[in-house]
């Protein structure tokens, strides 16, 4: 079976590192930053989405959502906190990079996220290493659960569905991946995961 499997895709938040902007990314920085945590996520609900599928940069959104007022921080100050909460999950990258080596796969990352964010995770944790493309939601202008985004993916990558395996950690966008044939592994930490691939006749070394 691993001759069958050609390219990986997968996400990046939550499961190469952590969420790029996720409610308690927010909720620790209003109190970091002492904001109304209510109401930046009222303001972020009605916002994220247009920011995620390109159509608002980081500082229209930041200005609907922080500073439509006053604050006695800057901007800058801001978004360098956002930035900050990307960390690598642990064993993730490694053994992505890993997988890649040992059974040559195309590798594509399929993601909702903002331009910036993206442009900042890929740049900090050298993701273009041993990622082949980015199928970010920012740069296609919709975003998962449309099935649209993993049909863009798979024609860039020049891959059947039933030769890709896809690795996601909400459950519902598995579900979504599967029904267009491709097998997709719910992604809960590194060891699950590794056991899945090792399945399919991937693996890499420890």
Not at 67 to 85: A, I, S
């Amino acid at each position: 079976m691993a001759q069958a499997v050609s390219a990986l895709f997968l996400d990046i938040g939550g499961v190469l590192l952590t969420n790029g902007w996720d409610h308690y990314a927010r909720e620790l920085a209003a109190k970091t930053f002492s904001l109304d945590l209510e109401e930046m996520e009222e303001r972020h609900r009605l916002t994220f989405d247009t920011y995620e599928v390109g159509k608002l940069t980081l500082a229209q959104y930041l200005n609907r959502v922080v500073f439509y007022e006053q604050r006695p921080f800057t901007f800058d100050q801001f978004r360098q906190f956002m930035f900050d909460q990307s960390k690598p999950l642990p064993g993730m990258i490694e053994f992505v990079r890993g997988l890649k080596a040992r059974h040559g796969l195309k590798i594509a990352v399929v993601s909702n996220e903002g331009r910036e964010l993206t442009e900042y995770r890929i740049r900090h944790f050298k993701l273009n290493e041993f990622v082949d493309f980015f199928i970010s939601s920012c740069f296609v202008h919709f975003r998962k659960p449309d099935e649209d985004i993993f049909r863009v993916a798979l024609d860039i990558a020049q891959t059947p569905p039933d030769r890709v395996i896809y690795i996601e950690d909400r459950p519902m966008f598995v579900q979504v991946a599967a029904s267009l044939g491709i097998r997709a592994i719910h992604h809960v930490d590194t060891a699950t995961t590794r056991s899945a691939l090792a399945a399919f006749g991937l693996s890499s070394p420890e």
